[in-house]
């Protein structure tokens, strides 16, 4: 009782942890799409226990309906339902991400491990994620589904328990659908639910997410080369950049354009933080944002950047940000026109900039 009565309240708590302040129609007989009608570090730790133990708490079912039901089908059942995407990103996970960005309202990213879907990131509003919805008021999820502070998987002769503290109670809760756990990012500022991430056990293990306690093995994802490293952080970016512009539209804000320059910088400033282990927005070598946009003869009336490090992936990197007063106010500023996104490794850096109009 005590543990659901403290997740239903919003935590008031900033996450500044891990990252810094941020400166200055799909036919109707498809049931995935809708009618029309954003710090902490992900650092989970990860404990052996020989104490971890199954709860006997039962999980709801899956739905009947929506995206949770492509886990586990092909690429051939995917694409009938959704089509070609656009792009496939890699990523260090072992699956790859099949990108729709066609439509930013009906933005989502599959992931397909061994020619199956394994994850689903959904943050556009106009798509199935039964039984929730994107927008949907914290409290209504809080009241209809079991969130408990322990998730236990038992898989293959292993053990695995997620523990979860208050923020990500209250933050990104996690609920089990049948064989499916589905990771619920909260838009603090809002109250509603921002995006989903749809996972399968396999999945959820390799990413940890959270605290974790095991029994057994640990399932780790692969080890990427320096050629693979380089495609993961292209995928990020684009992820970024993509996602960066779902939330804008949501917030009737006009989308970005790339800058290449500008993505320089900031891959730059990520690399730089990453070589050095320094975390922040001046740079020992290249000073701050103004002095490494000036040595890069970018052009702007003004200017900003957001910085992250250690997260999972770009979408949980977005999420944070969003959820980051300092950072949230750079992604949803109206001036801003153009955006380069630098990633290297687990660092991550925006610049926006407004140009001139022309």
Do not use: C
């Not at 954003?38 to 730790?45: A, D």
């Not at 940890?208 to 990427?224: D, K």
């Not at 490494?292 to 990197?317: F, M, W």
């Amino acid at each position: 009782m005590k543990a659901l009565l403290r997740i239903l309240v919003l935590s008031a708590v900033f996450l500044t942890i891990g990252f810094y302040a941020s400166i200055n129609d799909k036919p109707k007989d498809k049931v995935l799409i809708k009618e029309d009608h954003t710090s902490e570090m992900q650092q989970s730790g990860v404990q052996e226990n020989p104490d971890t133990k199954p709860s006997n708490k039962t999980a709801s079912e899956l739905p009947k309906q929506g995206l949770a039901l492509l886990i586990g089908k092909d690429i051939a059942s995917l694409e009938n339902e959704l089509g070609k995407p656009a792009r496939i990103d890699e990523t260090l996970y072992g699956y790859q991400w099949y990108i729709y960005n066609q439509d930013y309202k009906r933005y989502l990213q599959i992931g397909v491990e061994n020619q199956q879907v394994v994850t689903i990131y959904a943050i556009g509003e106009n798509l199935d994620v039964a039984p929730f919805e994107i927008g949907q008021p914290v409290e209504e999820i809080f009241n209809t589904q079991f969130i408990d502070t322990n998730i236990n998987i038992d898989l293959n002769g292993n053990s695995y328990r997620f523990e979860l503290n208050d923020t990500d109670l209250n933050l990104r809760p996690i609920v089990q659908l049948g064989n499916v756990y589905v990771q619920l990012y909260i838009d603090k500022f809002t109250g509603n639910l921002s995006s989903v991430r749809f996972l399968n056990a396999d999945t959820l293990i390799k990413q940890r997410p959270y605290e974790l306690v095991y029994t057994g093995q640990l399932i780790e994802p692969p080890t990427p080369d320096e050629t693979k490293w380089k495609e993961i952080e292209r995928g990020n970016e684009q992820e970024i950049f993509d996602l960066t512009n779902v939330l804008r539209i949501r917030h009737k804000l006009k989308p970005l354009k790339w800058d290449t320059p500008t993505a320089e910088v900031a891959f730059g400033h990520s690399k730089d933080m990453s070589d050095n282990n320094d975390f922040s927005h001046t740079s020992k070598k290249f000073g701050d944002l103004s002095n490494r946009l000036k040595t890069a003869k970018v052009a702007y009336q003004s200017a900003g950047e957001n910085i992250a490090a250690n997260y999972t992936d770009g979408p949980a990197v977005v999420e944070g940000w969003l959820n980051s007063k300092g950072h949230r106010d750079s992604l949803l500023n109206k001036d801003y026109t153009h955006l380069g996104v630098g990633v290297y490794k687990k660092y991550y850096t925006q610049n926006f900039i407004q140009k001139a109009e022309q």
